[in-house]
């Protein structure tokens, strides 16, 4: 470990104790959530970012580890390995520069340079290297045997592969190709000719015909241009002048003018052509995709993030409308625990049904079930269904919320929506999902397929094993930073809790099942197999809403209630008293609780928790309309002046649903009136904001819009 603890320490500019003390948390089985809340004191008050990096450091290099030991086997095996070729591989750190060490030594197919060597040209290939010999036909006749090498041409040929592999394999070659094509490369894309007029063929328009250097090729660029290659309509090259590539390598291995010099140059621009160039633009090619999914990866995890936390309407009866024209609307009416009350079907629009009487049935329905919310779900048809339902009397038509439906069909027919509701179809649980999102985006969302739920670019074409951690880490994140109450959350909620997973979560709810409600955390204790580990790593982030210890309800961990019962007995005063009373915190003097074990991050947590017991970080729902001049793309003209939602974020910029079924762009030069790096600076997902329509490209559906002041 104190390899790795100076290394990622160094590579993450950390201090070296905190990345240690982390080191060993994680390896002792504690989670990302719980270190970064409950043991500030050891890892120097890191945050859950850079505890999730030491994570990926720490999983990366046991990964180098692992393969520097193949690789020494391989060598050895060969009779190759020796002291120093040993020490320089495992004094390298790095991968590529293994993978160039270990090259030469690679297992591969049979290749024409090995053919050569069976054939005992080697000595000829380094004869002819060291561009000495003023006659090296006749100096080749020495290896023309008659049998496997006939002639000299034969000899000298097979010297030339031997020559031509030596320089693709050579480090300082390929290091120096790299750092070319690093500088150099141009990515281009063509469209092929026999697809252009394909209807599939309209979407990748900008990049019929494209080209730019690599580094300025943004990730979501180049994930674009990818996926129009893999669909069958572009095709990709990245590029550098060979030319001078070529000219660059001969510099660096012809020494001479006879005609040793001249196979060798000839050697060098095969070994380039055939074997070097393609390597390192393959690599290169992998290494860009890498970094673009690295940086849609991030975008889609901090979007999700923001979806997760979005600001929940709480416990209410809430009517859930899944909008629909020839299906008609899917109605549902929860109780205050998101428990099915009522369902129906209405029919606003022709053939089946008209807007008056539809209104009629729907404020019935919400009067009947004492409606005090309506969640609308985003999809077909949902501005007209709005139309109709702000027509309802009051209170129903104020407490209108137009919510994201992305991935409710998943939910519906999933294995979760048919045990909640066996014998309610598909469009029941997916307006129950609506309803419920609603109430508690997180606690809802949790059941769905984070990919499905329509908050990023391109998660099909990223690496999906990175794609599905980083999601898993967002929502395991957000889960344990809201907290959840341990006698209502389901099963899949209490999955993502810190410490807990699958099994320990389907044990907490048969327990909470055949025992009735947890009075208190250390019931927990009781639940089968969920043992000390576990307990310590769950416990703060349950709450217990009533329980007799108010502290069962908080942020604060068990393991610290003797601090807080202390500062309540010193005060005089019980813990609830003391939760209540704000002059009797402000009299709490911090310093006199420190000890060896608990310093003053961890107070300043639990006074933050008295002040506000349970609290809640994500804010309050708010009602939304659009503008009702505008219901199609064709109602929009340049100049407008609309209300929006965003509803997507990328690197490029945010996505703004303005009621028209189709969402605009802001580019991220329309964000703000100074420069922006990051969209996700200026607006958040779900944000409420005034968009000017700049351009309308009704042949392609896209609209442009701008947040610039006119």
């Known amino acids: 470990m104190q390899d790795f603890t100076t290394l990622i320490a160094r590579s993450l500019q950390l201090p070296t104790r905190s990345v240690e003390n982390t080191l060993a948390l994680l390896n002792e089985g504690a989670t990302i959530p719980f270190i970064a809340r409950y043991r500030k004191e050891r890892t120097g008050s890191l945050d859950e970012v850079q505890i999730g990096q030491i994570s990926e450091w720490n999983d990366r290099l046991k990964e180098l580890v692992k393969r520097k030991e193949t690789i020494l086997k391989t060598i050895d095996e060969q009779g190759q390995l020796n002291d120093d070729l040993r020490q320089r591989i495992n004094q390298c750190w790095d991968t590529t520069e293994l993978e160039d060490i270990y090259l030469p030594f690679k297992p591969k197919r049979r290749t024409r340079a090995q053919i050569a060597r069976e054939q005992g040209l080697e000595p000829l290939a380094q004869l002819v290297l060291l561009q000495r010999e003023r006659d090296i036909r006749m100096a080749a006749k020495r290896w023309v045997n008659g049998n496997t090498v006939t002639t000299v041409d034969e000899a000298l040929a097979g010297a030339k592969d031997i020559i031509a592999e030596t320089v693709s394999e050579d480090e300082q070659s390929r290091q120096r190709l790299r750092n070319t094509f690093r500088r150099e490369a141009v990515i281009s894309s063509k469209v092929i000719k026999s697809k252009q007029a394909d209807e599939g063929a309209a979407k990748y328009r900008d990049y019929f015909d494209f080209s730019e250097p690599l580094r300025r090729c943004t990730g979501n660029r180049l994930l674009a241009?990818?996926?129009?290659?893999?669909?069958?309509?572009?095709?990709?090259?990245?590029?550098?002048?060979?030319?001078?590539?070529?000219?660059?390598?001969r510099r660096q291995y012809v020494h001479?003018?006879?005609?040793?010099?001249?196979?060798v140059a000839e050697a060098v621009e095969d070994g380039y052509k055939r074997l070097l160039e393609p390597s390192i633009s393959n690599e290169t090619a992998t290494e860009a995709k890498r970094r673009a999914d690295e940086e849609a990866i991030g975008v889609f995890a901090e979007n999700l993030r923001q979806l997760l936390l979005a600001a929940p309407l709480g416990q209410h009866r809430v009517m859930g409308v899944d909008p629909g024209i020839r299906t008609g609307c899917k109605v549902v009416c929860l109780d205050a625990q998101g428990n099915l009350l009522h369902h129906e079907v209405v029919y606003p629009f022709p053939p089946r049904g008209n807007k008056t009487e539809a209104a009629r049935q729907l404020a019935e329905t919400a009067r009947r079930y004492q409606v005090e919310a309506i969640a609308l779900g985003n999809g077909t048809a949902s501005r007209e269904t709005a139309d109709i339902l702000q027509t309802l009397p009051s209170p129903y038509a104020e407490k209108l919320f137009v919510v994201s439906e992305d991935g409710a069909s998943v939910y519906s027919a999933s294995k979760t929506a048919r045990e909640e509701f066996p014998d309610e179809d598909v469009t029941v649980r997916g307006a129950v999902s609506i309803g419920r999102r609603l109430m508690d985006p997180l606690a809802e969302l949790v059941k769905i397929d984070p990919k499905s739920i329509g908050v990023g670019q391109y998660q099909h074409d990223v690496d999906q094993a990175q794609l599905k951690k980083s999601l898993d880490q967002t929502v395991e994140s957000c889960v344990n930073l809201v907290g959840v109450d341990l006698n209502t959350a389901s099963q899949h909620l209490l999955t993502y809790v810190s410490g807990l997973g699958p099994a320990?979560?389907?044990?907490?709810?048969?327990?909470?099942?055949e025992n009735g409600a947890f009075t208190s955390r250390a019931q927990l204790r009781k639940v089968p197999r969920l043992g000390p580990a576990a307990y310590e790593q769950c416990a703060g982030f349950l709450r217990i809403p009533g329980a007799k210890n108010p502290l069962d309800n908080s942020a604060v961990h068990p393991e610290s209630y003797k601090i807080v019962e202390l500062m309540a007995r010193d005060n005089g005063c019980t813990v609830a008293q003391l939760i209540k009373d704000k002059t009797l915190q402000k009299n709490i003097d911090l310093n006199r609780y420190v000890t060896a074990e608990t310093g003053l991050p961890t107070l300043n947590d639990i006074m933050k928790e008295l002040e506000k017991p349970g609290r809640d970080p994500r804010g309050q729902a708010e009602t939304f309309s659009f503008d009702d001049r505008v219901h199609d793309i064709a109602d929009l003209q340049v100049g407008m002046l609309l209300p929006g939602i965003v509803t997507n974020i990328t690197k490029f910029g945010a996505f703004v649903d303005i009621g028209v079924h189709q969402d605009g762009l802001v580019h991220i030069s329309q964000l703000a009136d100074r420069y922006v790096s990051d969209p996700a600076d200026i607006v958040h997902l779900h944000q409420h904001v005034q968009v000017r329509v700049t351009e309308i490209d009704h042949q392609r559906r896209r609209i442009a819009l701008s947040m610039k002041e006119a």
Do not use: P
């Open 504 to 513: 320990l979560a389907k044990n907490i709810v048969d327990y909470r099942r």
């Open 256 to 263: 001479g003018y006879n005609d040793c010099a001249k196979l």
């Open 225 to 249: 241009m990818r996926r129009g290659e893999s669909e069958g309509f572009l095709r990709l090259s990245i590029t550098i002048d060979n030319e001078q590539a070529v000219e660059r390598l």
